[in-house]
């Protein structure tokens, strides 16, 4: 179980779950994984995060702390080079598209008119989660958060209505 003190006067007050040495040994971890030295505090909170959520589920403490710490934090290494890869490659497709030719300005036009056409067409949740992530810029979380539904009916949706919006601009032929 976690370790818990008692101050009198004070209530129940929850220590640490890491010690010293075992978030060093999560920081050598990340550290190891290629983590730069400036995400390594925020790897260590996650890692003190999991634990707590862990204990609050209700689920037995690991056996071994330091252990169970550093493969959360080995995973927390290969999730950050993931994610980081994933911006690389985002980055890369920006950057073929601004190299790309622009569009004439009546070209513009036809496929704004087009995509405005689209997009009252799709009922309305799913033209929200479009206009949200598309023309606000916000993240799947943050549409989630934003309309309180789960993560996964925002990608749905997204998914559902990208494909309903690109089968109407192949029908017009405008793309």
Do not use: C
């Amino acid at each position: 179980m976690l370790r818990r003190r008692t101050r009198r006067g004070q209530g129940d007050v929850h220590e640490d779950p890491l010690d010293a040495a075992q978030e060093n040994r999560v920081r050598a971890v990340l550290a190891l994984g290629g983590v730069p030295q400036a995400d390594l505090p925020d790897g260590v909170q996650q890692v003190r995060l999991r634990l707590l959520e862990r204990a609050a589920r209700g689920a037995e403490a690991p056996r071994d702390v330091s252990a169970w710490a550093a493969v959360v934090a080995s995973n927390l290494a290969m999730d950050w080079h993931r994610a980081k890869r994933r911006q690389e490659r985002l980055g890369e497709r920006l950057a073929a598209l601004r190299q790309s030719e622009h569009p004439s300005g009546e070209d513009t036009s036809l496929l704004s008119l087009a995509v405005a056409r689209g997009l009252d067409e799709l009922p309305d949740a799913q033209r929200q989660v479009l206009v949200l992530r598309f023309y606000a810029d916000l993240p799947v979380r943050g549409i989630a958060e934003e309309l309180g539904i789960p993560e996964g009916t925002v990608k749905s949706r997204l998914h559902t209505a990208v494909r309903a919006l690109r089968a109407r601009l192949h029908e017009d032929e405008v793309v």
